[in-house]
């Protein structure tokens, strides 16, 4: 049998005595590109956080590749939420995707040897190679958000997690970014998570989504989850979702 690449296991979390997640349950396979979605505080950058072994779940099993989860597993690569470069703005694009390599701040080292070459593989992978030697102060916000990514590539992870990855773009650099995330992740067969606000970018490309709410999340085909029944269930008051010209508008879920 196929081992799963994430599942969970009637998770929770509980920190400073706050039920976070309750009972999440779910399962994500192979090269399956997940948009993960939910109001504020739902819990989302802390489920990541947990997938890094940055939490450890209160009660459940969750297991990565079939083994639990660790600090500094190289089969994931993750660009977290907030994430901005303004204290690097002297550095050049290549010295920020360097810091894959450098032994961040989740523990991930590569040996120097190839260095240079796994840098250049990756910018060229973002279609950033011919800014390598610019000062990342001078690149635009998405060209910023690609170096996040090429960062987040360099180990060659079977999955990349990306907490809102598109909150500080327009909507012509974020149709950009989802659709080069995708062309790398469908030829690396790579499982993607995202974070996002607006799923109705992403709708031509997932293939699943993790709608939480509430300490509780749902899963599966957009179409399946995004429904009235589903979210007002989810949420535990009236949400509508409305559909017009092909994009989905959920009414109602911040009350
Ligand atoms: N270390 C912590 N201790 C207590 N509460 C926390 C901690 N980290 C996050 N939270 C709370 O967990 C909830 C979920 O946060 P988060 O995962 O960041 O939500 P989201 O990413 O969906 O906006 C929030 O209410 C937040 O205040
Ligand atoms: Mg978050």
């Avoid at 790398?184 to 067969?189: D, E, V, Y």
């Amino acid at each position: 049998m196929q081992t799963s690449t994430i599942e969970l296991n009637k998770v929770a979390l509980t920190l400073n005595e706050r039920t976070i997640l309750h009972d999440i349950s779910l399962i994500i396979n192979e090269g399956e590109f997940v948009a993960i979605l939910g109001p504020n505080g739902a819990g989302k950058s802390t489920l990541l956080k947990l997938l890094l072994g940055l939490y450890k779940p209160t009660a459940g099993n969750i297991a990565i590749l079939g083994k639990s989860p660790k600090r500094g597993n190289r089969d994931i690569g993750y660009a977290p939420q907030h994430r901005t470069l303004e204290t690097d703005l002297a550095l050049r694009a290549r010295d920020v995707v360097g810091f894959g390599l450098d032994g961040n701040q989740w523990g991930i080292t590569l040996p120097n040897k190839n260095r240079d070459k796994y840098i250049e593989q990756a910018l060229d992978e973002v279609d950033m190679l011919h800014l390598a030697n610019m000062p990342v102060g001078q690149l635009s916000g998405g060209e910023q958000q690609q170096l996040l990514i090429a960062q987040a590539l360099l180990t060659y992870p079977k999955i990349l997690i990306l907490d809102e990855p598109l909150s500080n773009l327009d909507i012509i650099h974020s149709e950009g970014i989802v659709s080069l995330i995708n062309k790398i992740a469908r030829s690396r067969k790579m499982t993607v998570l995202l974070v996002t606000h607006d799923v109705n970018l992403l709708l031509p490309v997932i293939d699943k989504v993790l709608y939480m709410a509430n300490t509780h999340c749902a899963i599966g085909k957009p179409e399946k989850v995004i429904t009235n029944d589903n979210l007002t269930q989810l949420y535990g008051s009236p949400v509508e979702v409305i559909k017009a010209r092909g994009r989905l508008f959920v009414i109602g879920e911040e009350t």
